[in-house]
């Protein structure tokens, strides 16, 4: 079974920048996809970045040139480098492993909490 096991996530002000990481362990499915979707209270879960094994990059428009996502796919890890925080981008953070077959799975969540 994958496991995923996410940290970095805290308190920022706003227009600062806090690195989110991400481990997968474990087998279960050959992960091709890892990514990131964030939830804020009352909302849906909705994507911010994700990356194939391939090196495809996606990105939600609300981040785009602010967040940076990274994979090292030997290692089972991603990166997600987020600068100019914004009291927006306030949410719980979930990483996502995904195979090609549709395996998915989550980690707990870290907390960004972006203060104005």
């Known amino acids: 079974q994958v496991q995923l096991v996410e940290s970095g996530g805290g308190l920022v002000q706003a227009g600062g920048s806090l690195r989110l990481s991400c481990a997968a362990s474990?087998?279960?499915?050959?992960?091709?996809?890892m990514g990131w979707y964030r939830q804020a209270p009352g909302k849906q879960r909705d994507l911010v970045a994700k990356?194939?094994?391939?090196?495809?990059?996606n990105y939600a428009d609300s981040v785009k040139g602010r967040f940076t996502i990274s994979r090292d796919n030997a290692k089972n890890t991603v990166d997600l480098q987020m600068n100019s925080l914004k009291p927006e981008d306030t949410a719980v953070y979930y990483c996502?492993?995904?195979?090609?077959?549709?395996?998915?799975?989550w980690g707990r969540g870290t907390q960004v909490t972006v203060s104005s």
């Open positions: 474990g087998s279960g499915f050959s992960i091709f996809a």
């Open positions: 990356m194939t094994s391939g090196g495809s990059r």
């Open positions: 996502n492993a995904a195979s090609q077959l549709g395996s998915s799975v």
